[in-house]
């Protein structure tokens, strides 16, 4: 994944329940769309896990939740159904790099403008959090990181190669069905390619985890106003969608991102027109989601391609 897959819960629960149909369409996971036709229940116990809200906050914060996900069906819905659509006429021919590249941004587009919509909301659930509630975040985020250490911080080089390579493949396979040895092969030599430093993506994740509790912890200790919480928010959620701020994380993030762009668009142009059919129709499923989400009002689409995403 990318360095922003440690963003901090506030921001991180509108990746996995405002957008998880953008992000499940850029994953290749079917749970996304499932949980984006439970969005609000889904929504709200990931981030209760996190927090435990109490009696006077479990009211406000799911009447929160419920309007911005009314706000996003009619805002971004009908655009990405129509962004998608693009992706199908672009399945027919091949793609280059600069077009996966741009798949990526327009996700980063979609995400800056839910996160720019939620900012007061997610200002005014840091402001109610008691002390308590502050540590159960960091004792999530302990648990998280065990998590990772065990799962991607363990036996060698190669051993974390072969794993991350099974990720990449069943992510493709999931997008365009069985591949050959031939391919296999191929996306075996692309997968190594990448740079791997999980020990890296470990810190950035810390840091960025840091970085959200002093921001709580500020928040509450200094009592602002509503305004200049909504300020402090914006520009911590602007930061972390920068890059990493440490600049050997940073080199190794762009690196990595680079390597995955060339990855995909080989992946996409070595598909058999079989393979391709397979894409294409998996798409026409999200498309079919979304129409059906989408309220009536039409908005206008993002124009930028949106590759499936294989990582």
């Known amino acids: 994944m990318t360095q922003n897959s440690s963003m901090h819960p506030l921001a991180r629960f509108l990746r996995c329940s405002s957008i998880l149909l953008l992000i499940g369409i850029l994953c290749g996971c079917s749970v996304a769309r499932l949980a984006y036709n439970n969005g609000e229940t889904v929504s709200y116990f990931w981030l209760n896990r996190y927090v435990d809200f109490d009696a006077d906050q479990k009211p406000w914060v799911k009447k929160e939740i419920a309007a911005l996900f009314a706000w996003h069906r009619q805002a971004q819905l009908k655009a990405i159904a129509e962004t998608l659509g693009s992706v199908q006429k672009q399945l027919e021919n091949p793609v280059t790099e600069a077009d996966v590249e741009t798949s990526y941004e327009t ?33 999530r985020f302990a648990d998280n990181n065990e998590d990772f250490r065990k799962e991607r911080l363990r036996g060698d080089v190669a051993q974390r190669q072969e794993a991350r390579y099974r990720r990449t493949l069943k992510s493709a396979q999931h997008w365009f069905g069985s591949f050959t040895a031939e391919q296999q092969r191929e996306m075996r030599m692309l997968s190594d390619a990448r740079p791997l430093d999980e020990d890296a993506e470990l810190a950035e994740r810390i840091a960025r985890q840091e970085a959200l509790l002093g921001l709580l912890r500020a928040i509450r200790a200094d009592k602002p106003t509503r305004d200049t919480a909504i300020a402090m928010v914006r520009e911590h959620v602007h930061r972390m969608l920068q890059p990493s701020a440490d600049e050997t994380r940073r080199d190794y993030f762009a690196r990595y991102h680079s390597a995955t762009v060339h990855m995909v668009a080989n992946i996409i142009n070595n598909a058999t027109p079989q393979q391709r059919q397979h894409c294409i129709a998996e798409v026409q499923a999200w498309i079919d989601d979304v129409e059906k989400q989408s309220p009536p009002t039409r908005t206008t689409a993002l124009k930028s391609p949106l590759i499936p995403r294989l990582d």
């Open 107 to 139: 996700a980063r587009q979609y995400l800056r403008a839910v996160l720019e919509r939620a900012a007061p909301a997610m200002a005014d659930l840091a402001l109610s959090l008691r002390e308590q509630q502050i540590e159960n975040i960091a004792s």
